[in-house]
């Protein structure tokens, strides 16, 4: 049996829009899992969004919206995105849902009773960029290591986690599970973290200096530190305590973060779930860092990476392959747009494209496109001229997926075209073609027989990588999608093609981007695309329930004291309406007489500025300025809009 596989991404802060950095995290996760559903196994993926904290405020603050309109509409662009991208999550969660704020509350009232919290006044150094406090030690220069400003001292009460309690079995914990912290570097990097005495954690904040945030169940003046309740989210997603996933996957977790965040995922999880008395996870994986043209990528210097924008000029599995490829899992990486789209002809266009139209086309000019029959050398199964390096391939593959080690497992298949196309030059099939003998024919036959078979093994073995470009691939090669390659085993398969199979004309996999002029590289990657916020989904019925009329203002005036504001009276024909709209900004009384607007005109009456307003006007709004939307031409008053 395969154990079930539990993998989680960070849930990122919805201070900012998603960039490059996200992006790898959630495409290596989601490669992880198609690769252990492919072993067989069970999985669960998740992923969403920590909404909560000063940072969430701040940026709500700036755009003067409230902290949870903010969260909604940045949460909203990291939910749409990963579609995009092919992201298979399981659950998206988000750490003001009621049910994780619920078991957030359980878990700190089962550490409080236990013992593990305590009040204390405490004077320190904090970093609001951070939201925690620092010790002297871990300031550089007497700055925050991430943010380079000075910290604040604070002085205030405030409730502590018994950290230093779970020290030594940490460390024991660390030093026992050697597969617990990887790469080994990172392991190393906590054991030294762990040399010194640890601090107990901070683990509220007076309502009086932050709201945002769940209250503390056991004192209803403070809320609860963000990262106390964001780390809690890899169990509520489970459904803890009593949740079937819960059961099914805890403790199989691994936690796939980038180095940033190693403290927070190395010390206070697994001293959290220690001291809830719920069993520590089992692995978690930390990458490097995404560089931008060598430097870091940052919204102050202006290079942070953009996906929506990749994904709409480049393709999403052209994109997945790149991050997979290019990153050495553990190590930091540099991005470039030059370097991505060299990479992209290189491996993707070339290599891979090549081999798959000119295999195709063959098979196409030589047997009319259809699988040839089988030849002498593939009867066995295992005879085949390609079958030891598909083999090779396969189980190189399988150890460096396993391991996280994308960027080897896909140069094992990259090995595998290689062959493959030296495999079509030594053999010249052009020149059996000609030939007239049998036995020419019958080699012929072997050789494009091999190459439909390791075509297919590479096609299942991108599968998780590029899920599209596989499934175009398996369409080509005449699989069917009810025989669509899902498992390991079933790629492994040697000669599973059926002579006979009648094959589709090949298409151009990945098209060549021209170097000198990639798709956009004039514009810099940096400015997100605008997107559409969209409100929720509706049916038809739900608009059919307006009732829009055409209406002729006939008289405008302003109203006292309130100056955006107009009363408008609105001629329908049938009857005249007074609605009072938000347009004197943008509109005089002079200018909007005489126009004819359209009206929500079965609006319930409401009163505003003391004056019943009959209804609404339909205007186009952006925070620059307003525009009343009018007929294109002349209608009679009252006539339906639909
Ligand atoms: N909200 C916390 C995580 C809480 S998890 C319980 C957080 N959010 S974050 O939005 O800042 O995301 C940090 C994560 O984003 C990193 O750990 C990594 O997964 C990803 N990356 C952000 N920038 C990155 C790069 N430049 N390069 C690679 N990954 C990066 O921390």
């Given at each position: 049996m395969t154990s079930p596989f539990y993998i989680t991404t960070p849930i990122y802060y919805v201070n900012a829009k998603p960039h490059l950095g996200h992006l790898y995290t959630t495409v290596s996760a989601d490669v992880a899992s198609r690769f252990h559903a492919m072993l067989g196994a069970d999985t669960f993926f998740l992923t969403g969004t920590d909404e909560h904290g000063d940072k969430i405020v701040k940026a709500a603050d700036q755009e003067k919206i409230s902290p949870k309109e903010y969260a909604d509409r940045i949460s909203r662009l990291f939910y749409d995105l990963w579609p995009l991208f092919h992201i298979g999550n399981d659950k998206f969660i988000r750490t003001t849902d009621p049910a994780h704020e619920a078991v957030v509350l359980q878990i700190l009232q089962k550490i409080f009773d236990s013992g593990d919290i305590y009040f204390s006044e405490y004077e320190g150094l904090y970093c609001f960029g951070c939201e925690r406090f620092y010790t002297e030690r871990e300031l550089v220069g007497g700055k925050c290591?991430?943010?380079?400003t000075i910290p604040e001292t604070i002085k205030e009460s405030n409730y502590f986690f018994k950290m230093s309690r779970y020290q030594d079995w940490l460390i024991d914990y660390i030093q026992t599970h050697?597969?617990?912290?990887?790469?080994?570097r990172y392991r190393n990097e906590t054991l030294a973290f762990l040399r010194e005495p640890l601090e107990d954690l901070c683990i509220s904040r007076p309502k009086s200096r932050l709201q945002w945030g769940i209250t503390l169940p056991f004192d209803d003046k403070y809320v609860t530190y963000v990262w106390f309740d964001a780390l809690i989210n890899y169990i509520s997603s489970l459904?803890?305590?009593?949740g079937e996933a819960f059961r099914q996957f805890w403790p199989q977790a691994r936690h796939l973060v980038a180095k940033d965040i190693l403290k927070p995922h190395g010390i206070y999880w697994p001293i959290m779930l220690k001291a809830a008395g719920i069993e520590p996870y089992q692995h978690l994986y930390v990458h490097g860092y995404w560089n931008i043209d060598e430097s870091k990528m940052s919204k102050s210097l202006g290079n942070v990476v953009d996906p929506y924008y990749l994904q709409s000029t480049y393709g999403s599995d052209a994109i997945r392959y790149f991050l997979m490829r290019e990153m050495v899992f553990g190590l930091d990486s540099n991005f470039s747009e030059a370097l991505m789209v060299e990479r992209i002809n290189a491996?993707?266009?070339?290599?891979l494209g090549n081999l798959f139209s000119r295999v195709l086309a063959m098979v196409h000019k030589y047997f009319n496109g259809t699988v040839p029959e089988i030849a002498v050398q593939v009867q066995s199964g295992k005879?085949?001229?390609?079958f030891p390096p598909s083999r090779h391939a396969i189980e190189t593959f399988k150890t460096e997926m396993g391991n996280f080690a994308f960027h080897k497992a896909i140069l094992a298949v990259w090995d595998l075209i290689s062959v493959m196309n030296k495999y079509v030059v030594s053999n010249a099939p052009w020149d059996l073609a000609k030939a007239d003998d049998q036995k020419a024919k019958d080699r012929l036959a072997d050789i494009m027989y091999n190459l439909i078979e390791g075509l297919r093994v590479i096609a299942g073995l991108i599968l998780p990588i590029m899920p599209q470009t596989s499934l175009t691939m398996q369409k080509h090669l005449g699989i069917s999608r009810d025989n669509a390659l899902s498992s390991l085993d079933q790629i492994s398969l040697?000669?599973?093609?059926?002579?006979?199979t009648v094959l589709p004309k090949p298409v151009t996999l990945f098209p060549r981007i021209?170097?000198?002029?990639?798709?956009?590289?004039?514009?810099?990657?940096?400015?997100p695309k605008p997107l559409l916020n969209l409100k929720p989904e509706i049916a038809f019925e739900d608009v059919t329930k307006l009732d829009l009329r055409v209406g002729t203002v006939i008289q405008a005036e302003n109203i006292p004291k309130a100056n955006k504001l107009l009363k408008l009276t609105v001629d329908l024909g049938a009857e005249r309406r007074t609605i009072i709209a938000g347009i004197a900004k943008s509109y005089s009384p002079e200018e909007i007489t005489g126009k004819q607007i359209v009206v929500v005109a079965n609006l319930k009456p409401a009163k505003l500025m003391g004056i019943e307003s009959q209804g609404m006007l339909l205007a186009a709004v952006t925070e620059a300025s307003t525009t009343v939307v009018t007929p294109s031409r002349p209608m009679p008053d009252g006539a339906p809009v639909k």
């Open positions: 290591p991430d943010h380079g050697p597969e617990f912290i990887q790469p080994e459904g803890y305590p009593n491996d993707l266009a070339n290599d005879n085949g001229d390609l040697w000669g599973t093609t059926q002579p006979g021209d170097i000198k002029k990639p798709a956009a590289a004039e514009q810099p990657p940096v400015e």
